[in-house]
């Protein structure tokens, strides 16, 4: 008989934290055994408390890659321009209690590697239904 071999440990330790509060945990930062990163529904509360925030320029970028392969809708460049078009940056800036910016590529405009990018992202979701409708997709093509 082949029996699994199970990693030994000699302690774990499991601390449940089934709420948002503790879920972004803010008793262990109060009390100094944590120094990681607070949600954005916490910011507010940790400012009260006398907590300094530091953040910076790009923390990180959140890409999305698109299925590209023969035969994937998003050959087509206006359909991955309709979806550019289609995302409220703002909004989701405003979802993350402002802990973040709106983004024309993964480095700053102020960056010498931005560079002269032809397509401005915005947020125009009428442009985006027309590009859809350009590339050949509407409610009828379903």
Do not use: C
């Not at 972004?24 to 100094?32: D, E, I, N, P, V």
């Not at 709106?102 to 990018?117: L, M």
């Amino acid at each position: 008989m082949n029996k699994k071999r199970i990693p030994k440990v000699d302690k774990l330790i499991l601390i449940p934290m089934p709420e948002a509060l503790t879920r972004t945990q803010r008793a262990a930062r109060r009390t100094g055994r944590s120094d990681r990163d607070a949600g954005a529904d916490a910011v507010p509360q940790l400012k009260s408390a006398g907590m300094r925030i530091v953040d910076n320029i790009t923390p990180h970028v959140w890409n999305y890659h698109l299925s590209v392969l023969p035969g994937s809708p998003w050959t087509d460049v206006r359909l991955r321009k309709a979806l550019n078009l289609a995302i409220d940056r703002e909004a989701v800036v405003g979802l993350m209690n402002g802990l973040g910016q709106t983004r024309q590529g993964p480095v700053d405009p102020s960056s010498p590697w931005f560079g002269k990018p032809s397509f401005d992202l915005k947020y125009d979701l009428a442009a985006a239904k027309k590009l859809v409708q350009e590339a050949g997709y509407s409610k009828k093509s379903r």
